[in-house]
């Protein structure tokens, strides 16, 4: 579809109209008509006051902002990683707007629009850059999106169906430089459901999560520190967003994503401080979704070996693997062990990200080896 054109009394009233309207107003997928790329700017710095979030999804706007503005107990975010075959060399790249009071894994600052990139090497070195933008000018095209991080040389590329994404870094004063493109094997989906209007985009209360890319082909040409970093392995696309800080909704969060023989999954098991336990269960094969739902009984994810205790404790020691259970609808269910292989981020005691390996079968079917996965695992309680 070609981008439609406001007629030019048209943009004038539609920015008077944003100009009075309060935020609470604002329903970031309802300000812009569909089919018209728009941009949205998230200044540096918080803004005062309430703020709204969507949870409610359209028939665009997947991987866009979903928050009205970004304020001191809010955040939003756009994840990118990819693991190489032999799970030593790794890279992740979040583009967030958020402060450390609303999600304090990140360091404290009064600038809400930085990103992160994190990285290993096959000879044990594992770091992280952050780099601080003026500004972030997030472009919203049917479900994809395009980012330019003001100041940085930093930006993201996203194409409208969500085939390709690519990251583009040039910033020579913090010594990273060069390219990281994804190209999708997976469809697009929500933590319920395929990428249809109508969906429900909570994984757990006051946090949402589209995930554009659940599974791609990653390709990595970067400089860092002196050091190349070429390699093509298993990538990653997801975004993540709440109107509340993130500790007050999150007691533990088993995530992760990989592929196993034909299949690419996802999961999602998170407890919240009530107790209360919520999932997200996603496997697709050969292109198309075989299951995904957010139903109880739909997927289960347990420590394993190490320190197995369930439910975790930010006081414990890590496990060394998980054991998954996926129901796959008529397909069966599909069982999976995970041994972690490298930590790519240490975040102390309430926070590991890992590279593994995963083995598995559906049903009684034909043991499956070789699996490559990213994982991670939050402990707030």
Same mark, same amino acid.
């Given at each position: 579809?070609?981008?439609?054109?406001?007629?030019?009394?048209?943009?004038?009233?539609?920015?008077?109209?944003?100009?009075?309207?309060?935020?609470?107003?604002?329903?970031?997928?309802?300000?812009?008509?569909?089919?018209?790329p728009?941009?949205?700017?998230?200044?540096?710095?918080?803004?005062?006051?309430?703020?709204?979030?969507?949870?409610?999804?359209?028939?665009?706007?997947?991987?866009?902002?979903?928050?009205?503005?970004?304020?001191?107990?809010?955040?939003?975010?756009?994840?990118?990683?990819?693991?190489?075959?032999?799970?030593?060399?790794?890279?992740?790249?979040?583009?967030?707007?958020?402060?450390n009071?609303?999600f =304090?894994?990140? =360091?404290?600052?009064?600038?809400?629009?930085?990103?992160?990139?994190?990285?290993?090497?096959?000879?044990?070195?594992?770091?992280?850059?952050?780099?601080?933008?003026?500004?972030?000018?997030?472009?919203?095209?049917?479900?994809?999106?395009?980012?330019?991080?003001?100041?940085?040389?930093?930006?993201?590329?996203?194409?409208?169906?969500?085939?390709?994404? %690519?990251?583009?870094?040039?910033?020579?004063?913090?010594?990273?430089?060069?390219?990281?493109?994804?190209?999708?094997?997976? =469809?697009?989906?929500?933590?319920?459901? =395929?990428?249809?209007?109508?969906?429900?985009?909570?994984?757990?209360?006051?946090?949402?999560?589209?995930?554009?890319?659940?599974?791609?082909?990653?390709?990595?040409?970067?400089?860092?520190?002196?050091?190349?970093? %070429?390699?093509?392995?298993?990538?990653?696309?997801?975004?993540?967003?709440?109107?509340?800080?993130?500790?007050?909704?999150?007691?533990?969060?088993?995530?992760?994503h990989?592929?196993?023989?034909?299949?690419?999954?996802?999961?999602?098991?998170?407890?919240?401080?009530?107790g209360?336990?919520?999932?997200?269960?996603?496997?697709?094969?050969?292109?198309?979704?075989?299951?995904s739902s957010?139903?109880?009984?739909?997927?289960?994810?347990?420590?394993?070996?190490?320190?197995?205790?369930?439910?975790?404790?930010?006081?414990?020691?890590?496990?060394?693997?998980?054991?998954?259970?996926?129901?796959?609808?008529?397909?069966?269910?599909?069982?999976?062990?995970?041994?972690?292989?490298?930590?790519?981020?240490?975040?102390?005691?309430?926070?590991?990200?890992?590279?593994?390996?995963?083995?598995?079968?559906?049903?009684?079917?034909?043991?499956?080896?070789?699996?490559?996965?990213?994982?991670?695992?939050?402990?707030?309680?």
């Open positions: 579809m070609a981008s439609q054109k406001w007629p030019r009394s048209s943009a004038f009233l539609l920015s008077m109209l944003l100009l009075v309207l309060p935020a609470s107003s604002l329903i970031p997928t309802a300000i812009f008509p569909r089919g018209a728009q941009i949205k700017t998230i200044p540096s710095q918080a803004v005062t006051g309430d703020i709204i979030a969507n949870f409610q999804s359209a028939n665009d706007n997947l991987d866009g902002p979903q928050l009205s503005a970004v304020n001191s107990t809010s955040f939003d975010w756009w994840y990118f990683d990819v693991v190489s075959p032999d799970l030593l060399t790794s890279l992740t790249v979040v583009f967030f707007t958020t402060l009071s609303s =304090p894994f990140v =360091p404290p600052s009064s600038n809400v629009d930085v990103i992160g990139v994190f990285y290993s090497f096959p000879n044990g070195t594992c770091d992280s850059i952050f780099i601080y933008a003026l500004e972030a000018n997030i472009t919203i095209d049917d479900n994809g999106s395009s980012g330019q991080y003001v100041g940085t040389g930093t930006s993201w590329s996203g194409s409208p169906d969500l085939s390709r994404y %690519e990251i583009n870094v040039n910033s020579p004063e913090h010594g990273i430089s060069g390219t990281f493109t994804l190209e999708t094997l997976a =469809p697009a989906h929500y933590p319920c459901g =395929p990428a249809t209007a109508g969906q429900d985009m909570t994984v757990a209360p006051h946090i949402g999560w589209s995930n554009a890319m659940p599974d791609a082909v990653g390709t990595v040409n970067l400089s860092i520190l002196g050091t190349e970093m %070429e390699f093509e392995g298993v990538a990653y696309h997801d975004k993540n967003w709440s109107d509340q800080p993130f500790q007050q909704n999150v007691a533990s969060w088993y995530w992760g990989g592929r196993l023989g034909a299949y690419s999954i996802v999961w999602f098991d998170t407890l919240g401080l009530d209360t336990e919520y999932v997200s269960a996603y496997a697709s094969k050969d292109g198309e979704i075989v299951f957010c139903e109880a009984s739909s997927l289960t994810v347990r420590p394993s070996g190490g320190d197995d205790q369930y439910p975790p404790s930010v006081s414990g020691g890590d496990p060394t693997g998980f054991t998954i259970w996926m129901d796959l609808g008529d397909a069966g269910a599909l069982d999976v062990n995970v041994t972690m292989g490298t930590v790519i981020l240490d975040g102390g005691p309430s926070y590991k990200r890992w590279t593994a390996s995963m083995q598995g079968q559906v049903r009684c079917g034909q043991l499956m080896t070789g699996g490559m996965a990213v994982l991670e695992q939050f402990k707030m309680a």
